[in-house]
């Protein structure tokens, strides 16, 4: 049975991904290894059945005991830990939510099913970097993928800006202790139906602009 590490479980992608491989029973298949860049011997999920402890996910030596090393962790995590990792000698297969890889020559870009033939095609010719696309980008191409193959499309050109949840969880709770403080600077005014939008307008803007994120936080979470 394959020993896959996973790394960034925790965080937003990772939680995404965490839930929907319970819900296809999914560990069942290899054996899972959960390691952690902040929190190294703590309790692993209930999924670890061999190893129930955290491993430490910059310890290299411990990511070559695996076949397979499944990250979410983010770019900077990919560029410290890849090249170590393949410096070894490592030759398992790396599969990364993070974008650091995704236009390197001996790495795919996995979105099956829409790539499944290029994707075969990789193992076929030993590619071990799989890397996942742009999440609006693959999204649209599940949509219209299908059209693509009847012939039906003949091109299009699309532009597409950075959700917030691409930052990971911090940045998500950043933004919402930021929505807090907005509200509560206008909430008096929200309250009087007869208040002027425009000075509803003015203070939220006052507000953003004089607002780092740590006075945002610290202002919410009173």
């Excluded at 309790?43 to 990511?63: K, S």
């Excluded at 993928?145 to 990971?168: I, N, P």
């Excluded at 919402?176 to 907005?182: P, R, S």
């Amino acid at each position: 049975m394959k020993r896959v590490g996973i790394v960034g479980w925790r965080g937003m992608v990772g939680s995404v991904l965490m839930d929907r491989m319970r819900a296809e029973d999914d560990f069942s298949h290899f054996e899972p290894v959960f390691f952690s860049t902040s929190n190294a011997g703590g309790a692993a999920p209930p999924q670890a059945r061999g190893v129930a402890v955290l491993q430490d996910a910059f310890d290299v030596a411990a990511l070559a005991g695996c076949d397979i090393v499944l990250t979410a962790q983010g770019g900077d995590y990919t560029s410290r830990v890849f090249p170590q990792l393949r410096g070894q000698g490592w030759q398992g297969h790396w599969i990364d939510a993070a974008s650091t890889l995704r236009m390197n020559s001996d790495a795919v870009i996995i979105l099956d099913p829409v790539n499944r033939g290029v994707i075969d095609r990789g193992l076929e010719r030993g590619i071990r970097n799989w890397i996942g696309g742009n999440c609006t980008v693959s999204c649209m191409l599940m949509g219209l993928a299908a059209l693509y193959k009847a012939g039906l499309v003949e091109w299009m050109s699309t532009q597409t800006y950075q959700a917030a949840s691409g930052g990971g969880a911090q940045h998500m709770r950043e933004l919402l202790a930021q929505f807090g403080t907005l509200h509560a600077e206008v909430r008096d005014l929200l309250g009087d139906p007869h208040a002027a939008i425009l000075e509803i307008d003015r203070r939220v803007i006052a507000r953003q602009r004089a607002c780092g994120s740590e006075r945002c936080g610290a202002t919410a979470r009173r």
